[in-house]
């Protein structure tokens, strides 16, 4: 992986990275999403479930993007519906 760190220090730093010794700061993190090939967000993802949408929204062009947060708002508008019916 190329992010510009030493090659002799870079395993021990995204080990650190990883396991929140150390915080990567902005520039090393969108280095790193670069390399892995995922988005930036996706490094910072609370739960895995959140990381699997944000790299299945990275995957879409930007119009079929804003096409599926549309539906999702639509989806929970929908859901806030029926829960104040009951």
């Not at 915080?23 to 930036?40: N, Q, S």
């Not at 479930?49 to 930007?62: D, N």
């Amino acid at each position: 992986m190329t992010i510009g760190l030493p090659q002799e220090t870079a395993a021990v730093r995204i080990n650190r990275y990883e396991k929140a010794v150390h915080d990567a700061d902005l520039a090393t993190a969108r280095r790193i999403a670069e390399a892995l090939g995922v988005p930036l967000a996706f490094l910072y993802a609370e739960t895995g479930t959140m990381a699997e949408a944000i790299l299945t929204l990275g995957l879409l062009s930007k119009p079929e993007q804003r096409k599926a947060v549309a539906d999702l708002k639509a989806r929970l508008a929908q859901a806030s519906a029926q829960d104040k019916k009951a």
